[in-house]
T-cell receptor, first 110, second 118 residues
Framework: GIQVEQSPPDLILQEGANSTLRCNFS?????LQWFHQNPWGQLINLFY???GTKQNGRLSATTVATERYSLLYISSSQTTDSGVYFC????????????FGTGTQLKVEL | KAGVTQTPRYLIKTRGQQVTLSCSPI?????VSWYQQTPGQGLQFLFE???????NKGNFPGRFSGRQFSNSRSEMNVSTLELGDSALYLC?????????????????FGNGTRLTVT
C-alpha cells in the first residue's frame, strides 16, 4: 500500500519561531489533507490541498503532487499550536479511505 | 452547523464484552468512516459507509463491524473485546459521492470515543 512519511517526527520551538513540516507519499493521490490533533484527541482539519498553495492566517500549505510531497508552514508559532500534525492522503478510487502519516509532534514553548 | 458528534466520549469495558459506538455526521453528509488510533499503530482506517452501504474496509478482524442508518448516522460494534482494542475511535464524515473514482470534499472528524478494555 501507499506509504506516507512525515518529518521531522518531533519538533520543539520557541514561541514566535517559524517551522516547516514535510509529508512525502509514495504513490499518486487523489487528495491530501493536513490535520492538527489537539491534546484532547480532536483532529482538526487544517487544509484540503490536492495541489497548489493555500493560506489560512499563520498557516499555509503547499502540495506538489507530481513530486509527491506536501509542506505545512507555521509562522510566528504560539503555544496553542502544540500538538500532533498529520497529513493524510486519499488514493484515486479509494473512496474516503484516508492513509495517515505518522505525524509530527510539535511543542511550542514560551 | 453542528459538527460530527460521537458518543460516548469515554468507555471502560472488560475483555470478552462487546461495545457499540455511535456517530452522527454533519447534516447533509452521506459518507461516514471510522478510524482507530493507538500509540503503536497510529491512525488506521476501519471502514466507510455511504448511503447505508459499506464500500470500503480496512484490515481488521470480523469482530469489528458497523452499519449506517437512513439518516446517515452510523454505529460501529466491537465484539469479544481484547486488551489490544483499547484505543481512540474516530469517526469522520464528508459529503462523499457515489463514484469511488472521484473525491471532492474534505473529511471532518468528531472528538472520538476513548475505549479502555481491562
Amino acid at each position: 500500500g501507499i506509504q506516507v512519511e512525515q518529518s521531522p517526527p518531533d519538533l520543539i520551538l520557541q514561541e514566535g519561531a517559524n517551522s516547516t513540516l514535510r509529508c512525502n507519499f509514495s504513490d499518486s493521490v487523489n487528495n491530501l489533507q493536513w490535520f492538527h490533533q489537539n491534546p484532547w484527541g480532536q483532529l482538526i482539519n487544517l487544509f484540503y490541498i490536492p495541489s497548489g498553495t493555500k493560506q489560512n492566517g499563520r498557516l499555509s500549505a503547499t502540495t506538489v503532487a507530481t513530486e509527491r510531497y506536501s509542506l505545512l508552514y507555521i509562522s510566528s508559532s504560539q503555544t496553542t499550536d502544540s500538538g500532533v500534525y498529520f497529513c493524510a492522503v486519499l488514493l484515486t478510487g479509494g473512496g474516503n479511505k484516508l492513509t495517515f502519516g505518522t505525524g509530527t509532534q510539535l511543542k511550542v514553548e514560551l | 452547523k453542528a459538527g460530527v458528534t460521537q458518543t460516548p466520549r469515554y468507555l471502560i469495558k472488560t475483555r470478552g464484552q462487546q461495545v457499540t459506538l455511535s456517530c452522527s455526521p454533519i447534516s447533509g453528509h452521506r459518507s461516514v468512516s471510522w478510524y482507530q488510533q493507538t500509540p503503536g499503530q497510529g491512525l488506521q482506517f476501519l471502514f466507510e459507509y455511504f448511503s447505508e452501504t459499506q464500500r470500503n474496509k480496512g484490515n481488521f478482524p470480523g469482530r469489528f463491524s458497523g452499519r449506517q442508518f437512513s439518516n446517515s448516522r452510523s454505529e460501529m460494534n466491537v465484539s469479544t473485546l481484547e486488551l489490544g482494542d483499547s484505543a481512540l475511535y474516530l469517526c469522520a464524515s464528508s459529503l462523499g459521492d457515489r463514484d469511488l473514482l472521484i473525491h471532492n470534499s474534505p473529511l471532518h472528524f468528531g472528538n472520538g470515543t476513548r475505549l479502555t478494555v481491562t
